[in-house]
């Protein structure tokens, strides 16, 4: 078994962006991910790489988007009002279909908010993440381990598909520390042909543009980005599945939600009360296999969050409202209680939720 090392969430995606061959990477401080910067700022000078933090998060979006163009692996981190200020930004990588990887480490908003962790930024994240059509892959990790392990996936599904991937963790993932194996089996170099690298005179030129002023070829566009957002779909949902099978209630969560409410489940079931989860890994695409599944059994779902229900949407497309679905959440910055968890299993199990 490979050695492990105690680290925070935050240095965990560095460090695996890096052994994933990241060497470009640009930013801004804005807590509770500035750990993410401060490690590129220390390791990137070292590995012959380039750390800049850029003057704004729009301006280090752009950087992004200029380095993504000649085919390197290049990311940015931030936390929820720089993703914002990211939007347009993750507009045009996907308008030139150009792969990246984008950490959002989610704090209470809206607006400046708090700094506490959230999970108000799913729908963001999931319906697109800026102005038009498009979507990005959203990995949501639930451990340290998994900060690492998602960061390596998060760029090879963007370069195999040539597309945005986001790690979409709340603050709690990347300030708590955990122990982290590091050895990861990093899959070869995708082959890059549309990128801007230079002719030398031997190929046509490569041109990334995402401005189409005629409607019909921008419409053609859209379709073919769109059916290769169906192939994802269709081949990489992630989720984990904890004790669902006999489960008369089920419960939705990912992130902290996810490891609050699995200690919940532990106790309902020492109380007798048949309860599950289901754990999103990937929250775009959804996976809605396993809750069409489990709907066939269960008589109730819960989604736990940090938000005021945003997950709970999909839940419900997902289940085809075959079931009530009922909201257990914390926001501005609190987390729920394995307590109040249970509270909420206990009553939908006793008739006091319908």
């Known amino acids: 078994m490979a050695d492990k090392v105690l680290m925070k969430g935050n240095e965990a995606i560095a460090e695996a962006a890096i052994i994933a061959g990241c060497r470009h990477y640009f930013g801004y401080p804005i807590t509770p991910q500035t750990e993410v910067a401060a490690y590129m700022a220390k390791k990137m000078p070292k590995i012959g790489g380039c750390f800049l933090q850029a003057e704004s998060e729009i301006a280090a979006i ?3 988007y200029g380095v993504s163009a000649t085919g390197k692996r290049v990311m940015t981190s931030s936390s929820s009002p720089g993703i914002s200020l990211k939007s347009e930004g993750l507009s045009y990588l996907a308008g030139c279909d150009l ?3 984008v950490v959002n ?3 209470g908003g809206p607006g400046l908010g708090g700094i506490q962790p959230s999970q108000s930024d799913y729908f963001q994240a999931t319906r697109g993440g800026g102005h038009g059509d498009f979507r990005m892959i959203v990995l949501a990790p639930a451990s340290v381990q998994e900060m690492a392990e998602l960061t390596v996936k998060g760029f090879d599904l963007a370069d195999k598909y ?5 790690i979409l963790a709340d603050g709690t993932m990347g300030q708590m520390m955990e122990p982290v194996s590091l050895d990861f089996d990093i899959e070869p170099p995708v082959e890059k042909p549309w990128a801007t690298t230079g002719t030398k005179m031997e190929r046509e030129h490569n041109i990334v543009n995402s401005l189409s002023l005629v409607p019909e070829e921008l419409e053609v566009l859209n379709l073919k980005r769109y059916e290769k957002y169906k192939i994802v779909e269709e081949n990489e949902t992630m989720y984990e599945e904890y004790m669902v099978d006999d489960a008369d ?3 939705a969560a990912f992130g902290i939600a996810a490891r ?6 532990n106790e309902a079931r020492k109380q007798g009360i048949k309860v599950g989860l289901i754990r999103p ?3 775009w695409p959804f996976p809605k296999a396993p809750f069409e599944k489990a709907a066939e059994h269960a008589k109730n779902f819960i989604s736990v969050e940090l938000s005021m229900g945003q997950m709970i949407e999909d839940v419900r497309l997902a289940t085809n409202c075959k079931c009530p679905v009922t909201l257990c959440n914390r926001v501005g910055g609190m987390i729920p ?6 509270k909420a299993i206990t009553d939908i199990h006793n008739g006091g939720v319908k």
């Open 249 to 251: 209630i089920v419960i």
């Open 105 to 107: 480490v989610q704090r």
């Open 62 to 64: 752009n950087m992004v």
């Open 260 to 265: 609050v409410s699995k200690n919940a489940v």
């Open 281 to 283: 890994i990937t929250l």
């Open 162 to 166: 040539r597309m945005t991937s986001m």
């Open 337 to 342: 209680s394995p307590e109040q968890v249970l």
């Open 99 to 101: 792969p990246a990887l």
